[in-house]
């Protein structure tokens, strides 16, 4: 029983490591947002949802944003552009 925990804590904690690694691609310089317009809600207290960067086949490619639910006691935090010792860096949005 023991050695089974053991196994599954194991396989956390790496997993967390490799989640804490995803994201981490490094640029020169920070891609320039593509402009859109964002469309009128289409119901009352919908939430905002701002666009995202990804990364994909060796770049970042911004998907646009979209409107949802709100969840429960969440507020939606904007991805943002951080700055790391080899460049630049998305880090993603989130529910807080």
């Known amino acids: 029983m023991k050695t089974t925990s053991r196994i599954l804590i194991g396989i956390a904690l790496a997993g967390s490591l490799l989640a804490s690694c995803a994201g981490s691609y490094y640029v020169a310089e920070r891609p320039a947002e593509p402009v ?3 469309p009128a809600a289409p119901y009352p207290g919908a939430v905002w949802v701002s ?11 911004y998907t646009n944003g979209y409107w949802t639910r709100p969840r429960s ?24």
């Open 36 to 38: 859109y317009y964002r």
């Open 73 to 96: 006691n969440r507020v939606w935090i904007s991805g943002t552009w951080e700055t790391g010792s080899r460049g630049y860096y998305w880090r993603r949005g989130h529910w807080r």
């Open 51 to 61: 666009g995202e960067w990804t990364w994909r086949n060796g770049h970042y490619v």
